[in-house]
């Protein structure tokens, strides 16, 4: 199984990027999607999932509203779109999948990560 991640990069506040994420080696169909982050010196965070079945998705509170989730079954990727970031935003991205909870906002319920990819927002 591999989740590749990309679209990183550099932007100013008030920018936009959108983040990919292509799966192969599972049946991406089956796997509900979750985008977490991680700044330096905190934790890894919930910023969003979209759901494997009826495509629902679920954000944090701190994103709701600027970020959303999407995802192609057919080409196995999950996309994440960033509207309005702010420098708090700064931290590595990494998508995950799980097939045993549907919007779960906890990386250990999660079975398969990619890389992560850099965001930065400069203010």
């Known amino acids: 199984v591999q989740l590749q991640a990309s679209g990183g990069g550099l932007v100013q506040a008030g920018g936009s990027l959108r983040l990919s994420c292509a799966a192969s080696?599972?049946?991406?169909?089956?796997?509900?999607m979750g985008w977490f982050r991680q700044a330096p010196g905190k934790e890894r965070e919930f910023v969003g999932a979209?759901?494997?079945?009826?495509?629902?998705?679920y954000y944090s509170d701190s994103v709701n509203g600027r970020f959303t989730i999407s995802r192609d079954n057919a080409k196995n990727t999950v996309l994440l779109q960033m509207d309005s970031l702010k420098p708090e935003d700064t931290a590595v991205y990494y998508c995950?999948?799980?097939?045993?909870?549907?919007?779960?906002?906890?990386?250990?319920?999660?079975?398969?990560w990619g890389q992560g990819t850099l965001v930065t927002v400069s203010s």
């Open positions: 979209v759901n494997w079945r009826r495509g629902t998705t």
């Open positions: 995950a999948g799980t097939r045993r909870y549907s919007g779960s906002t906890y990386p250990r319920e999660y079975d398969y």
């Open positions: 080696g599972l049946t991406f169909s089956n796997y509900d």
